[in-house]
């Protein structure tokens, strides 16, 4: 604006200066001698040419002053409206070195990677399983599926194939029927469920060389926080080396047997409940070299392979099956399998601290809840159901004890190892009736009998 102003002046003083130049330059024009002489015809006109110019700068130069004046006045406004201006802001100040370690770690804690394994065979209802896996993960890329199929069934194959792009499909290579000794000739199923395992696994962990990985089988159905759950507890497996997996599944989840307005409960457990489960490739490492040919779950539940570790699992289950077909003939479903409770509560486990669930801090508070409970017999149980407030124990003495207090209670009653589904050092906790029952040994007790098995 100032320079339009210069501008101005400049052009302003050039024309007077010209203007001035004119009246020189008429005034002293050859032929204008001093002194009186005889005017020339038309020499009377000059004077009134003379002040005709002068008037018509005169006007000249009130316009350019007006204009002058003008722009001025624009030139104030323009200042007006102008915002002032916003110092720069100081440079930040670096973070220290530790501050943005810390930083990176987050970030990549959570971009952290997370296949979940479909394992697949005959079944076309595998639909329902990949429909609430693809419905509820929150993210295609943390959380990417690979369905894994057994059994070359093509109506199977066709229902992973119109997923398209969104599941990677695998087949396993090797249909024909496993050598095993001919007494288990009616097994061949469980062998050949045992080599799909060690074939999908390996392809996770050796080819596509994930870290972890969640085994689901196609007639699982995941409840809402499914990822969510498995997303919290990733951490703690590999923090607490006593954890061995984590599981979705909760073999004693029938409705009224857990407390739906606790969804967020969750348990160690000494008993590997499988169906939805979580593994570190660590884990994978140590148990392929030597799979078992057969009956992969009831090998993962012996000694040798647990070594003292144990499992996190939920109150309520964050799995359910609709599988009755399979090659177990629907053993265990229409008794306990088909009533297990799917949870429909969303949990936030990432917000949640779940360091209370590490062997030390776990142990303390939950066997000092359970021997502080009140000890009670079955028949009290029965007659006093929700008379008296808070948790009670009911104690078993051995095997045969142990049995027909969980068959009292409704509990699935097998052993595997020794150990009871659900148990954490011998102890299974449900409710009963709308209240917590602890079924446990004595406080002194010495660890599991594989003879009860």
């Known amino acids: 604006m100032l320079k339009k102003s210069s501008l101005a002046l400049l052009g302003a003083a050039l024309f007077l200066a010209w203007n001035g130049l004119l009246l020189l330059f008429l005034w002293g024009r050859p032929g204008a001698a001093p002194g009186p002489a005889p005017a020339p015809p038309g020499s009377r006109l000059l004077p009134a040419q003379l002040l005709q110019l002068a008037q018509d700068a005169e006007a000249e130069l009130q316009l350019q002053r007006e204009l002058l004046l003008q722009i001025q006045r624009l030139g104030r406004l323009q200042r007006q409206k102008t915002p002032p201006k916003v110092p720069e802001a100081p440079p930040k100040t670096p973070e220290p070195p530790q501050k943005e370690q810390q930083q990176e770690e987050e970030e990549e804690e959570e971009e952290v990677v997370i296949p979940v394994l ?90 596509f060389r994930h870290r972890a990985a969640i085994v689901v089988e196609d007639d699982l159905e995941v409840a809402p926080d499914f990822f969510e759950y498995f997303q919290a507890v990733l951490p703690l497996l590999r923090e607490d080396r006593s954890l061995w997996c984590a599981s979705a599944w909760n073999d004693n989840g029938r409705e009224g047997l857990v407390d739906p307005a606790r969804p967020e409960l969750l348990y160690r457990t000494d008993f590997f409940p499988g169906l939805g489960w979580l593994l570190l490739a660590e884990l994978w490492d140590e148990l392929e070299p030597k799979w078992p040919p057969a009956f992969w779950d009831d090998w993962m539940r012996r000694p040798e392979q647990r070594r003292g570790r144990a499992c996190v699992r939920p109150e ?119 209240r917590r029952v602890f079924l446990a040994p004595p406080a002194d007790w010495a660890g599991y009998d594989p003879s009860w098995s």
């Open 316 to 434: 309520v289950s964050r799995t359910m099956t609709f599988g009755r077909k399979g090659v177990s003939h629907g053993q265990f479903y229409d008794q306990y399998l088909k009533f297990i409770k799917l949870n429909d509560r969303f949990v936030p486990f990432t917000r949640m601290d779940l360091s209370y669930l590490k062997k030390d801090e776990y142990e303390r508070a939950f066997l000092r809840q359970v021997y502080s409970a009140p000890e009670v017999r079955l028949e009290e149980l029965r007659e006093d159901a929700g008379r008296r407030p808070g948790p009670v124990r009911l104690q078993y003495r051995g095997r045969d004890s142990f049995k027909a207090s969980a068959k009292a209670l409704g509990l699935m009653d097998d052993l595997k190892s020794g150990v009871p589904r659900g148990g954490y050092r011998g102890v299974v906790s449900v409710v009963c009736r709308g």
């Open 118 to 207: 479909v394992l697949a065979c005959d079944r076309s209802s595998v639909r329902r399983c990949l429909d609430k896996i693809l419905r509820y993960r929150p993210s295609a890329r943390r959380f990417p599926v690979i369905v894994s199929q057994d059994c070359g069934h093509a109506e199977t194959a066709a229902v992973i194939a119109s997923y398209g792009a969104a599941v990677a499909h695998i087949r396993q290579p090797e249909l024909g029927d496993v050598a095993a000794p001919p007494e288990h000739r009616k097994f061949q199923g469980y062998y050949r469920i045992a080599r799909h395992y060690r074939w999908a696994l390996g392809q996770v962990f050796r080819t």
